[in-house]
Structures are given as structure tokens and as C-alpha cells.
């Protein structure tokens, strides 16, 4: 998602993404993006509904082949979004069996970016 939307502001695009970056593609990160979309910007728009079509769709499949009770998602995408969970919640609510939708949740990760750490720490040798 950075890499296609940084390319894109490489190769000439102009919108309220490059304002807010401020014409720096270092700074393009999915919270920016996601803000920029929210603005209106087109390419922003365009990646961000991409992004969410398909982990919609992906987590939609897994729902309905393990039927779980909650979905955790957590990482730096996540992590840097306010809407991106809402977003692909309306899509596995589209995609997934009713049966498989039953009672179950999809959460954002409450341990951000440390998840990984503490769960490292915690295995026992």
C-alpha cells in the first residue's frame, strides 16, 4: 500500500496525500493515507478501498472456515488507522455466512506494537 501509493507521488500525483506529506514520500505511511482518503484524495481512496476489499474478503473465508469468536488484528497498518477495523468489518459482514457471523467480533490487537515482544517473553524454554 505505501510502496504503490509512494510511486504514484514519484511519478507526478498531486493530490491532498502529497499535501499532507508535504511532497515527501518518506512520510507516507497508512495513517496518512488513510487520513488522506478520508479527505477525498483519489489515490488514497482507490488503495485504501483495495486494502479493505481484500483483507475483508480474506478474513471473511477464514471466518467461515474456522468460525471463530473474535478476530484479533493488530501490526502497523493497524496500529496507525482509526477506521481501518470498522472498514473491513463491513466487508466481512457482506462476504461472510450469516451462521459464521453469529456472535463473532472483530477487535483491534490492545497491545499494539508490543504484541510481539510480550509474546515472545512469555515462552517458557
Known amino acids: ?3 504503490r501509493v509512494a510511486k504514484r507521488i514519484d511519478e ?3 493530490g491532498r496525500i502529497w499535501e499532507l506529506i508535504e511532497g515527501k514520500t518518506d ?3 497508512s495513517g496518512v493515507i488513510e487520513e488522506a482518503h478520508l479527505l477525498g484524495d483519489e489515490l488514497a481512496s482507490h488503495v485504501w478501498g483495495e486494502v479493505v476489499e481484500y483483507m ?3 478474513l471473511a473465508g ?3 472456515l474456522l468460525n471463530p469468536e ?3 488484528l493488530g501490526g502497523g497498518v493497524v496500529n496507525r488507522s482509526r477506521y481501518l477495523v470498522e472498514d473491513v468489518q463491513a466487508v466481512v459482514g ?3 455466512m450469516t451462521a459464521s457471523l453469529a456472535g463473532m467480533r472483530i477487535e483491534k490487537a490492545k497491545l499494539g506494537e508490543d504484541a510481539a515482544l510480550l ?3 512469555a515462552i517458557e524454554e
Do not use: D, Q, T
Request: without cysteine; positive net charge; aromatic residues 4%.
Open 1 to 3: 500500500m505505501i510502496e
Open 94 to 96: 457482506r462476504r461472510a
Open 56 to 58: 475483508g474478503a480474506g
Open 62 to 64: 477464514l471466518v467461515n
Open 27 to 29: 512520510r507516507v505511511h
Open 119 to 121: 509474546g515472545a517473553s
Open 12 to 14: 507526478g500525483y498531486r
Open 70 to 72: 473474535v478476530v484479533v
